[in-house]
């Protein structure tokens, strides 16, 4: 099996068991550093249940057997919402791009498409609920502070 030429960006081939005897496609695994990531190890991709760690900077390229190939986000806990179900055709070729989350212990997002923007509309909506809460808490601490001493100086003037 002779390594082909590697397309501009991609800094290494994977070729997952099984995948080099029967037809097969590719997946561009390409790690958006729009938001640095907070763990130490790096980030590793499951396909197909294997683990790809993505490298510091470019993309990896991953053979896979073609038919039906699941991506996800490998954690310490399972989480929902981090991984792609992907059908892949002989020879074809699909972008895979990660990126972590602002918001601490979250897988971060899959896609195959490029997420544009700072932020995603997920995290968008997390950081408005927040806003939201945080300013309920704080306007409740607010009145609350407000009736005790209204309290306070009403039962002085008596």
């Given amino acids: 099996m002779t390594q082909p030429t590697l397309p501009p960006g991609i800094n290494a081939m994977i070729w997952l068991p099984g995948a080099d005897a029967v037809p097969h496609g590719f997946l561009d695994l390409i790690p958006d550093r729009t938001v640095p990531s907070l763990s130490i190890g790096g980030t590793i991709l499951n396909v197909n249940g294997f683990p790809v760690r993505l490298p510091s900077s470019g993309a990896v390229r991953v ?80 009145v609350s502070l407000g009736a005790i001493l209204l309290v306070i100086a009403w039962s002085g003037g008596m």
């Fill in 63 to 142: 053979v896979v057997p073609v038919g039906w190939v699941q991506v996800g986000v490998r954690m310490l806990l399972p989480v929902r919402g981090a991984q792609l179900r992907l059908s892949l055709s002989p020879g074809q070729v699909i972008p895979v791009f990660h990126r972590h989350s602002w918001i601490r212990n979250h897988p971060g997002f899959l896609t195959t498409q490029p997420i544009v923007g700072a932020i995603t509309p997920r995290e968008r909506h997390t950081f408005k609920a927040v806003g939201i809460a945080l300013a309920a808490f704080f306007g409740s601490i607010v």
